[in-house]
């Protein structure tokens, strides 16, 4: 006998949907309010007072696709998160993701060098002694926490050792990424701490921290162009095509970027990554008994992680998606946590199978269009190696209490991971 169909939800059924609010992650991904939308309303009418009224929530991956594409249509420029923001606090904040066009096609050309493929396989040594000293430690050490003792420290060490800087400024980079996350709660924060004077609508996510990474950058930034090395940081104020380069406001800009995407991002795909292989028994025994399949296990860590969950673009004329018409001036949000996640896409999507192919490909990093994710095949490369280590040192991993997640309506984030590192 056939399962019931499930009954058609109402208006009210789809109205009632909360997408926006962040205590909702504190849950994990609300997978049944994404499936609802992208089965019913895939472009989806969502109040929020907090964007200004509210904003269309694109959520299948063919819709978010369209929409990352045409940057013409869906701009970057007028901020990429749920909030508004005035026009001052736009440019004070622009950086490369804020950008399209020839304004971005210029900052990316600046800005790509050091992280090529080719650039990227010169780090492995390096990334691979960070990752076997972390582990070291975890081996046989009984109930860790993962987040501070793995997911934490080992994205940020490899981006410290890239730039070029003492390993110990690694853990005040990291609390402020942690206070970056905290203005996506909808908490209050300190607006002086750090010193900081601006006014916290002019600074990224809200947050003091933005001024104290930003400046850190600008000490940086005038540290290396007095004296240039080989590492990132000097590269990247170095860098220059046809006598253009990177203002200091620039750098700055960028160095908040790089810290936070490279750290945030890629801690956010291991915690999320090691949990569903702690919670999918035989996965990390397939990697074991088919190494081959690492590659596609990484890109599977990432899909099912999904480490920042939405970005935001805004309707520069009058349009039509999926059959709706969108107004110019309209917010318009792809929501990587349902594209990833979309039956049409992804057979079985909330399981999670380290032997998926990798056609097709997730939307994660802003896999397509122009804003994909430059720092991609560093996360890869830190995923890569942790699933090497764990399957060539039999290290198999054990959850040993609750999963407590980020409040946060933009990073897929945990806090803590109590659990086990075992060699078998």
């Not at 399962?3 to 109205?15: E, F, H, R």
């Not at 900081?196 to 930034?221: Q, V």
């Amino acid at each position: 006998m056939s399962a019931a169909t499930p009954p058609v939800p109402t208006a009210a059924d789809l109205a009632a949907v909360d997408i926006a609010s962040p205590e909702v992650y504190e849950r994990g991904i609300p997978h049944e309010a994404f499936r609802l939308l992208r089965r019913h309303d895939p472009v989806h009418w969502h109040p929020w007072d907090w964007s200004g009224g509210g904003f269309w929530a694109v959520t299948t991956k063919d819709d978010l696709t369209t929409v990352t594409r045409d940057w013409d249509t869906y701009t970057s420029e007028q901020h990429v998160n749920l909030w508004e923001l005035s026009a001052e606090a736009q440019e004070a904040r622009r950086s490369l993701i804020e950008t399209d066009g020839i304004p971005h096609t210029r900052l990316r050309r600046l800005v790509t060098a050091p992280f090529t493929l080719r650039r990227m396989a010169a780090y492995e040594d390096a990334t691979r002694e960070i990752l076997d000293e972390l582990l070291d430690e975890l081996v046989g050490a009984g109930e860790i926490d993962l987040v501070p003792l793995l997911s934490e420290p080992y994205p940020i060490r490899v981006i410290v050792s890239i730039l070029g800087i003492p390993r110990s400024d690694g853990d005040f980079l990291v609390h402020l990424s942690n206070q970056l996350v905290e203005g996506t709660s909808n908490r209050e924060v300190d607006a002086t701490e750090y010193g900081n004077t601006t006014p916290l609508e002019l600074l990224p996510f809200n947050s003091p921290a933005a001024h104290a990474l930003f400046e850190f950058g600008r000490k940086l930034g005038a540290e290396r162009r007095a004296a240039p090395g080989d590492d990132l940081v000097s590269k990247l104020i170095t860098a220059e095509i046809d006598g253009d380069q990177l203002t200091d406001a620039e750098f700055c800009n960028f160095f908040q970027l790089l810290v936070f995407a490279g750290n945030e991002t890629t801690r956010t795909a291991i915690s999320n990554g090691l949990l569903a292989f702690m919670q999918n028994e035989g996965q990390l025994a397939a990697l074991r008994a088919d190494p081959a399949l690492i590659p596609q296990a990484v890109e599977e860590v990432i899909r099912y992680a999904t480490p920042v969950l939405h970005m935001r673009r805004t309707a520069t004329r009058d349009t039509e998606l999926h059959g709706v018409n969108i107004a110019a001036g309209d917010k318009v949000v792809i929501w990587y946590a349902s594209a990833n996640f979309d039956e049409a896409a992804f057979p079985a999507p909330l399981a999670f199978d380290v032997s998926r192919p990798l056609k097709p490909e997730h939307v994660a990093f802003g896999a397509f269009g122009p804003h994909h994710c430059l720092g991609a095949p560093l996360a890869r490369l830190e995923i890569r190696l942790l699933l090497e280590q764990l399957v060539r040192r039999n290290i198999e991993v054990e959850q040993s209490g609750p999963v407590v997640r980020v409040r946060s309506n933009f990073v897929n984030g945990v806090l803590s991971l109590p659990c086990r590192f075992t060699a078998v």
